[in-house]
């Protein structure tokens, strides 16, 4: 039989562990603004903007120009959409602009180009990404692949350097993309799916180091221009490349898209160091994309994967992560406040409310 002593233990329990939340690193700063650097919404979605504004959110809504080869891509369509949603979301979502880079070896291609990513910085656009499609796709006419150093690219990272506006580059993909497509291969599920970048024995495709070295060059080439590497710059597998790069490039963040089941699944005292070490350069971001899914629930899903990701970061619970068991990091307030926040801020400035 419990005593009353146990009864009024029992009775306090929930009170002493929400206490015990309280002192966690993270709970004071759980109720702040915090911004995901990288979703792809791309239309007027009120319900998702709402939700945005009641859990304090901001985000990132990126422009992708996925072409190859001579398919038609309606990127203006896609440009203005995007806007619209930017526009119509009370500073919750800012976006970043892209181009087509097919035309790389017309002789006004650089010139066409800087004007079109002009106009869209005119229309508020705070970033312009480029696409893994650079690097492993996108050819010229004798065959070879373009890549992120091209001459004919180079003056539009000047313009958007001029115009204060930051480079956000998904180029390269996880090592998954070179391995054979087995139980050892991280990306398994999505290779399977994606077989068109898979990259393992096609022939006269560059390889993973050639793409992130010619990428290095712009970044060294640049030291003014800020670059947001996408994915943890590609360097997912190994923290301690990404690290030398690091410290290399003080002009290179990265963020964290999709990626963040590398830090689940990886040593947690490495990651931990990492994360505190770089605490200025990591961008938070989810990589969400709404498609054709309603805003409403969308918003939903959206909302979990922040309430799943910042539990990660903060606390030291024991969870799942993607299917996989794993412990909260219980990074220092300090450290959240940066990578969920400030360093947005820096990094993509015009980012949030
Ligand atoms: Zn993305």
């Known amino acids: ?47 998702l903007v709402a939700s945005f504004k009641d859990s304090r959110w901001s985000g990132l809504d990126i422009v992708v120009c996925p072409t190859e080869g001579d398919e038609p891509y309606d990127l203006g369509a896609r440009l203005d959409a995007t806007l619209k949603g930017a526009r119509s979301s009370g500073g919750r979502i800012a976006w970043a602009s892209t181009f087509d880079a097919r035309g790389f070896e017309s002789p006004d291609f650089a010139e066409r180009t800087s004007a079109r990513l002009r106009r869209t910085f005119d229309d508020g656009a705070i ?20 890549l992120p150093d091209h001459p004919s690219l180079l003056p539009i ?49 560059p390889s993973k180091e050639s793409i992130l070295d010619a990428r290095d060059r712009v970044l060294a080439r640049y030291p003014r221009l800020r670059v947001v590497g996408c994915h943890l710059g590609s360097d997912e597998d190994d923290l301690k490349r990404l690290a030398r790069r690091l410290d290399a490039f003080p002009n290179f963040a990265v963020d964290t898209a999709a990626r963040i089941r590398y830090f689940a699944r990886g040593n947690r005292e490495q990651t931990r160091e990492f994360l505190t ?11 969400f994309a709404l498609r054709d899914t309603a805003p409403e629930a969308g918003a939903k899903t959206l909302l979990a ?49």
């Open 1 to 47: 039989m419990p005593t009353r002593r146990d009864l009024l233990h029992l009775a306090a329990a929930p009170l002493l562990l929400r206490t015990a939340r309280a002192a966690d690193a993270g709970a004071d700063a759980e109720g702040m603004e915090r911004i995901d650097t990288h979703i792809h919404i791309h239309r007027e979605a009120p319900a």
């Open 305 to 353: 994967r922040h309430r799943r990701d910042w539990d990660f970061f903060a606390t030291d619970a024991a969870m799942e992560y993607e299917g996989r068991p794993t412990r909260g990091l219980a990074l220092p307030e300090p450290v959240l406040r940066k990578i969920f926040r400030d360093n947005a801020r820096r990094w993509l400035p015009g980012i949030g409310v």
């Open 127 to 146: 970033g312009v990404k480029i696409w893994k499609n650079i690097g492993m796709a996108i050819r010229g006419k004798a065959g070879a692949y373009l």
């Open 157 to 205: 990272y000047e313009a958007i350097g001029r115009a204060d506006r930051t480079l956000v580059a998904h180029l390269a993909e996880p090592d998954g993309a070179w391995m054979p497509l087995d139980d050892k291969n991280p990306e398994l599920p999505y290779y399977s799916k994606n077989p068109r970048w898979h990259m393992l024995g096609r022939a006269g495709v």
């Open 277 to 287: 070490r770089y605490q200025d350069r990591i961008l938070y971001a989810t990589d």
